[in-house]
């Protein structure tokens, strides 16, 4: 908005100067004008957001100290939908606004300064001039590029039919070369010669202006008396009261700035996708694929040169499944310094995970837990494309943190978990509530292992209060109350019924303090909203609660 | 990728081309341009289509998000029987109302974008898509853990 303001005054004290272009454009000019502006300033901004490499390394280097320029980073889709948003109603604005420059242009066709206008005659048809000039044409084509962009992109279509949306979004491309082409078309011009022709200035219309005195000039055309004062032709000239014209005003176009606005961001972008293309582009091997209860499989695979931080998300790609389609899933299981291994957990809903899932395990063996050695061979190629970052890797930058997962969102927690059991000591935290809500009991098997040696482990470092597990079935039948015979541990965790959310806040607030607990969320809407408005709210112990906020669709 | 519904899309782009043509209407009926007429015909059309298609249809698999307040219009929109419920009949309604304001500047984008969601509707496969509404009593929403 700032920009636009501040053009519009620009602009208007550019064409109180240019006189002649008053009367062609008016108020349409500085609309249109004032509308551009914020367009160049959005339509550069808006690509930075997607440029996600860089801001899983901004996230992760050590040039971002602060924790609040990192949680920044975690509302990179919001900024990219109000940039779109803005775009949008400034595109209407632009356009309103040079429908009614077009007819302007026609009907106030000036013939004195023939350079500066868009028509090539008088009453020129506004519809030819959209349609038969560059900008118009180039114009038109945009805003039906643009109309099919966001009439996808809505949260409706977004969360119903997702590829509808991603592949036309994929039309912002033909939408910026049409961008590139519809400012050069040189409309707007500024004049080159404004010392010698400033405006305003009086033209002589037969000989040359130089040898005539100017008292003459006066009496020949004005015949009123002299204003007081100024008797004198020297005095006069003094004051510089007219000037006249040394030659006839020269237009050259103005240089487009657009050019200069979405250059440095379309080539970032640019770059990003080339660097991540050539990344993805060798196919990962496949160690083992296992499959867990209530329709999940875990993948294990190794690839050269993949580094990864707890936390952070891959997107598969398989072309034997589908061509296009890549779907992003949290890592699991992140690769160390010891283990190159890495693995995803995919809970089968929809058919990409279908047919990926017939593909990996035969329908004849889905029942057993592990596959054997021998049918890797079969499995097809896999590319994986990041690691990008989330919000959930800042849980370990936090002295206390409360991690809470619904479902299968329990997946970006078990990378940290991992990571815990690796080695504990080189991060921040020093305390983790670990809160994990399911509907069936089957689905504790998935890391019931994990959660069992990384109990033990502490409790044989003589850290018990490090990690709090509790573990709640939210919906039961009655007939099975334990996860497993050897899972100690966490049955004596299980609780039965929803958690009590404000009594679990209440709870660790009691016991830290004055601290800042981080509080992290990935399962539905509906407890992302709970806890986000439980974190915001006061508490008598001074404890501060931190809301991480991740955005899926 | 073949399962796709494309009335949703065209639902949206209906939508908004109906908002397109009110305000190009507005924009000439105000501005009273040569052939203002065009920009009253227009603002009507507008308004028709956006409460044609303000309810959304319900989807064939899966749950479908109501607009805000739809059930008045779902209401009115299920009392025309087919020729609400048959796509193929909307695809050819909105190409017929597109045509009158392509005559005017003001409008013609509201024609382009109309016409485009009338062809996006005869995408949809004969006999597999129709618009249903969207009962009052809606099914138990997949709940929180």
Same mark, same amino acid.
């Given at each position: 908005? $700032?920009?636009?303001?501040?053009?519009?005054?620009? +602009?208007?004290?550019?064409?109180?100067?240019? &006189?002649?272009?008053?009367?062609?454009?008016?108020?349409?000019?500085?609309?249109?004008?004032?509308?551009?502006?914020?367009?160049?300033?959005?339509?550069?901004?808006?690509?930075?957001?997607?440029?996600?490499?860089?801001?899983?390394?901004?996230?992760?280097?050590?040039?971002?100290?602060?924790?609040?320029?990192?949680?920044?980073?975690?509302?990179?889709?919001?900024?990219?939908?109000? =940039?779109?948003?803005?775009?949008? +109603?400034? /595109?209407?604005?632009?356009?309103?606004?040079?429908?009614?420059?077009?007819?302007?242009?026609?009907?106030?066709?000036?013939?004195?300064?023939?350079?500066?206008?868009?028509?090539?005659?008088?009453?020129?048809?506004?519809?030819?001039?959209?349609?038969?000039?560059?900008?118009?044409?180039?114009?038109? =084509?945009?805003?039906?590029?643009?109309?099919?962009?966001?009439?996808?992109?809505? *949260?409706?279509?977004?969360? /119903?039919?997702?590829? +509808?949306?991603?592949?036309?979004?994929?039309?912002?491309?033909?939408f910026y070369m049409l961008l590139t082409l519809h400012v050069s078309g040189g409309l707007l011009k500024y004049q080159t010669n404004l010392d010698t022709h400033p405006p305003g200035c009086i033209s002589l219309n037969r000989t040359s202006s130089q040898n005539i005195s100017l008292p003459e000039y006066f009496s020949e055309h004005f015949h009123e008396p002299f204003p007081e004062g100024f008797s004198k032709p020297a005095e006069f000239t003094q004051h510089k009261f007219v000037k006249i014209c040394m030659e006839e005003p020269r237009f050259q176009a103005n240089f487009p700035q657009t050019w200069l606005w979405i250059s440095g961001p379309l080539? &970032?972008?640019?770059?990003?996708? &080339?660097?991540?293309?050539?990344?993805?582009?060798?196919?990962?091997?496949?160690?083992?694929?296992?499959?867990?209860?209530?329709?999940?499989?875990?993948?294990?695979?190794?690839?050269?040169?993949?580094?990864?931080?707890?936390?952070?998300?891959?997107?598969?790609?398989?072309?034997?499944?589908?061509?296009?389609?890549?779907?992003?899933?949290?890592?699991?299981?992140?690769?160390?310094?010891?283990?190159?291994?890495?693995?995803?957990?995919?809970?089968?809903?929809?058919?990409?995970?279908?047919?990926?899932?017939? $593909?990996?395990?035969?329908?004849?063996?889905?029942?057993?837990?592990?596959?054997?050695?021998?049918?890797?061979?079969?499995?097809?190629?896999?590319?994986?494309?990041?690691?990008?970052?989330?919000?959930?890797?800042?849980?370990?930058?936090?002295?206390? /943190?409360?991690?809470?997962?619904?479902?299968?969102?329990?997946?970006?927690?078990?990378?940290?978990?991992?990571?815990?059991?690796?080695?504990?000591?080189?991060?921040?935290?020093?305390?983790?509530?670990?809160?994990?809500?399911?509907?069936?009991?089957?689905?504790?098997?998935?890391?019931?292992?994990?959660?069992?040696?990384?109990?033990?482990?502490?409790?044989?470092?003589?850290?018990?209060? *490090?990690?709090?597990?509790?573990?709640?079935?939210?919906?039961?039948?009655?007939?099975?109350?334990?996860?497993?015979?050897?899972?100690?541990? &966490?049955?004596?965790?299980?609780?039965?019924?929803?958690?009590?959310?404000?009594?679990?806040?209440?709870?660790?607030?009691? *016991?830290?303090?004055?601290?800042?607990?981080?509080?992290?969320?990935?399962?539905?809407?509906?407890?992302?909203?709970?806890?986000?408005?439980?974190?915001?709210?006061?508490? /008598?112990?001074?404890?501060?609660?931190?809301?991480?906020?991740?955005?899926?669709? | 990728?073949?399962?796709?519904?494309?009335?949703?899309?065209? !639902?949206?782009?209906?939508?908004?081309?109906?908002?397109?043509?009110?305000?190009?209407?507005?924009?000439?009926?105000?501005?009273?341009?040569?052939?203002?007429?065009?920009?009253?015909?227009?603002?009507?059309?507008?308004?028709?289509?956006?409460?044609?298609?303000?309810?959304?249809?319900?989807?064939?698999?899966?749950?479908?998000?109501?607009?805000?307040?739809?059930?008045?219009?779902?209401?009115?929109?299920?009392?025309?029987?087919?020729?609400?419920? !048959?796509?193929?009949?909307?695809?050819?309604? #909105?190409?017929?109302?597109?045509?009158?304001?392509?005559?005017?500047?003001?409008?013609?984008?509201?024609?382009?974008?109309?016409?485009?969601?009338?062809?996006?509707?005869?995408?949809?496969?004969?006999?597999?898509?129709?618009?249903?509404?969207?009962?009052? #009593?809606?099914?138990?929403?997949?709940?929180?853990?």
């Amino acid at each position: 908005m $700032l920009s636009a303001v501040t053009d519009l005054g620009s +602009i208007e004290s550019t064409v109180s100067k240019n &006189l002649p272009v008053v009367s062609i454009h008016q108020l349409g000019l500085c609309l249109s004008r004032a509308s551009a502006s914020v367009l160049n300033l959005n339509c550069s901004l808006i690509l930075l957001p997607m440029c996600r490499t860089l801001l899983a390394y901004l996230r992760g280097s050590q040039k971002v100290p602060s924790r609040r320029t990192r949680r920044l980073l975690d509302k990179s889709r919001t900024f990219h939908i109000t =940039c779109g948003v803005t775009i949008c +109603i400034f /595109s209407g604005v632009h356009v309103a606004a040079h429908l009614v420059n077009a007819l302007n242009f026609s009907v106030n066709y000036s013939e004195d300064f023939v350079e500066l206008n868009a028509a090539r005659y008088r009453d020129e048809d506004p519809r030819k001039l959209l349609f038969t000039t560059v900008p118009g044409l180039t114009g038109v =084509c945009m805003v039906v590029v643009l109309f099919l962009m966001i009439t996808a992109s809505t *949260y409706a279509i977004r969360v /119903s039919n997702y590829d +509808i949306f991603w592949y036309t979004h994929n039309l912002f491309f033909v939408f910026y070369m049409l961008l590139t082409l519809h400012v050069s078309g040189g409309l707007l011009k500024y004049q080159t010669n404004l010392d010698t022709h400033p405006p305003g200035c009086i033209s002589l219309n037969r000989t040359s202006s130089q040898n005539i005195s100017l008292p003459e000039y006066f009496s020949e055309h004005f015949h009123e008396p002299f204003p007081e004062g100024f008797s004198k032709p020297a005095e006069f000239t003094q004051h510089k009261f007219v000037k006249i014209c040394m030659e006839e005003p020269r237009f050259q176009a103005n240089f487009p700035q657009t050019w200069l606005w979405i250059s440095g961001p379309l080539c &970032l972008y640019c770059a990003e996708r &080339l660097y991540r293309y050539i990344r993805s582009n060798k196919p990962v091997t496949i160690i083992s694929v296992i499959s867990h209860p209530s329709d999940v499989m875990e993948i294990r695979m190794v690839k050269e040169n993949f580094k990864a931080r707890p936390g952070q998300y891959i997107t598969l790609h398989c072309p034997s499944v589908s061509a296009l389609e890549n779907h992003p899933f949290t890592l699991t299981m992140c690769p160390t310094e010891t283990k190159a291994t890495f693995g995803v957990h995919l809970k089968i809903v929809g058919d990409w995970t279908e047919r990926f899932r017939d $593909l990996l395990l035969p329908p004849s063996s889905q029942d057993s837990e592990i596959l054997p050695f021998i049918q890797s061979r079969n499995y097809p190629k896999l590319y994986i494309d990041g690691p990008f970052g989330s919000p959930f890797e800042e849980s370990l930058n936090y002295e206390v /943190s409360l991690c809470v997962a619904g479902g299968i969102g329990v997946t970006p927690f078990a990378s940290i978990l991992n990571t815990l059991l690796d080695d504990w000591k080189p991060y921040k935290l020093r305390r983790l509530y670990f809160i994990w809500v399911c509907r069936d009991i089957q689905s504790f098997r998935w890391f019931a292992d994990l959660l069992c040696m990384l109990h033990n482990k502490f409790w044989q470092e003589n850290r018990p209060d *490090y990690v709090n597990i509790q573990l709640y079935l939210s919906q039961t039948d009655g007939i099975q109350k334990i996860i497993g015979e050897k899972y100690h541990a &966490l049955n004596s965790r299980l609780f039965i019924g929803r958690p009590r959310w404000k009594l679990l806040f209440d709870e660790i607030a009691k *016991y830290n303090r004055g601290k800042t607990v981080g509080v992290f969320c990935c399962g539905p809407n509906s407890l992302s909203k709970t806890l986000h408005k439980l974190s915001n709210q006061n508490n /008598s112990y001074g404890t501060r609660f931190e809301y991480n906020k991740e955005s899926f669709s | 990728m073949g399962q796709i519904e494309w009335a949703m899309w065209a !639902n949206e782009q209906a939508l908004a081309s109906g908002l397109i043509l009110i305000t190009g209407g507005i924009v000439a009926t105000a501005g009273r341009f040569t052939q203002w007429y065009f920009g009253a015909y227009s603002i009507v059309a507008g308004v028709f289509v956006c409460l044609l298609e303000y309810p959304r249809g319900k989807r064939k698999k899966g749950s479908t998000m109501e607009r805000w307040g739809q059930k008045y219009m779902t209401a009115v929109v299920k009392l025309f029987g087919p020729f609400t419920r !048959n796509y193929y009949v909307r695809a050819v309604l #909105h190409l017929l109302l597109s045509v009158p304001a392509g005559f005017l500047l003001a409008t013609i984008l509201g024609t382009a974008c109309l016409a485009i969601a009338s062809g996006i509707y005869l995408l949809c496969p004969a006999g597999g898509c129709a618009w249903r509404a969207v009962d009052a #009593h809606r099914a138990q929403a997949p709940g929180a853990a």
